[in-house]
DNA sequence: TCCAATATACCAACCGTTCGGTACAGTGAG
DNA sequence: CTCACTGTACCGAACGGTTGGTATATTGGA
């Protein structure tokens, strides 16, 4: 039920949208301003910390949004293959079909670990444990379920990156759909 | 032999390292003068159009040196293993370890994508065209060596990304060493 | 003499940030 | 009920500095 969102919460979604489309560098104030519709100085009322802390605001939301659409429904109940498809739509739907890139990748380039030191790493740290939790509990090892975490981080940011360069989402849906095979623990 | 480098190249080469450190936005006029040792104006000798030329220079070299460094040993004579494990070597010192990123990865990200359209495009369809092609050559049928080279750079440039994120180049090792096996027509 | 190469000086535009200020919705004392 | 006060939300204008880029002058080797 969609109460009432605040305005701050609004310009936080704007904002994360914006560092998704441009990155950290080329999101000036002015294109964070024009896609929030507040005016710079509006945005130091915030953010007082201007644009790090406009940076950490957004990987906040995008850690959550991931857990919604992705973590929780794996670890959610019903039949394991219902849940994987359940988040392999998440993920779709998340990075829009493979059109949308990953903070973790965007926060790791150019002034960005100097803005935000350790913002990436603990994006990409919290995703790798809950993915390790969830491929733990299908079945692997401790040690396995780790790199098996690993290499669907890997996967998923390749395919964007990949996808990105070529302007065609067709390698996003085809990792999309390696995926499940992948976190579980039956593989041949 | 090549043995006295011009000063252009050597720019370019100064070039090409910093753009792989900073990314495109971040890479300023005053940081890759200050990277190639050259004044302003002679950047703009070696570089009429600025940063948009150096941009292409840089991608230019840096498909040269992938050549060099992973598709020819790939090619090359002797035996299969062999070439892998050149190939792997290559790879390793070419992403200096999983430290350095890929301007796959970097010129599709903020301006770099408006001042040279199509660069990081055309980069990694060349390196897709010569991967499915060695594929092809090692037993794989034509479709199949396109999915797998597109598997390799995804899980090249994902290594890549996770690497930078984690300050860490144990994801990039692991997945050179998953590399062959991939490449490689007798799998499972 | 010629011309590639470099230096110096400069530009308008934009950067992230800050300032001074307005509008307005509470709130509590009288 | 009123009115001074407070806090939140927001803005236009400007800050000092940097951006990518240019124009002009000088250097030095062939």
Do not use: W
């Not at 919460?9 to 998704?20: G, L, N, Q, T």
């Amino acid at each position: 039920m969609p109460v009432i969102k605040s305005s701050r919460e609004e310009a936080v979604d704007a904002i994360m949208k914006e560092f998704r489309k441009s990155g950290y560098d080329a999101a000036s104030l002015a294109r964070l301003s024009a896609a929030t519709g507040l005016g710079k100085s509006s945005l130091y009322h915030y953010f007082p910390n201007g644009k790090e802390d406009m940076a950490k605001a957004a990987g906040a939301r995008a850690a959550e949004l991931v857990v919604e659409a992705v973590i929780e429904p794996l670890t959610g109940e019903g039949d394991l293959k219902a849940r994987l498809n359940k988040a392999s739509a998440g993920l779709s739907k998340f990075y829009n079909g493979g059109k949308t890139s990953c903070l973790v990748d965007l926060f790791t380039i150019g002034e960005a670990e100097a803005a935000a030191p350790g913002l990436a790493k603990s994006m990409a740290e919290a995703v790798l444990r809950a993915l390790a939790s969830v491929a733990e509990e299908s079945g692997h090892a401790k040690k396995q379920a780790k790199l098996v975490a690993e290499r669907a981080v890997i996967e998923l940011e390749g395919a964007l990156v990949l996808a990105r360069a070529l302007g065609s989402t067709r390698p996003f849906q085809r990792m999309l759909s390696r995926l499940p095979e992948l976190l579980l623990a039956n593989e041949g």
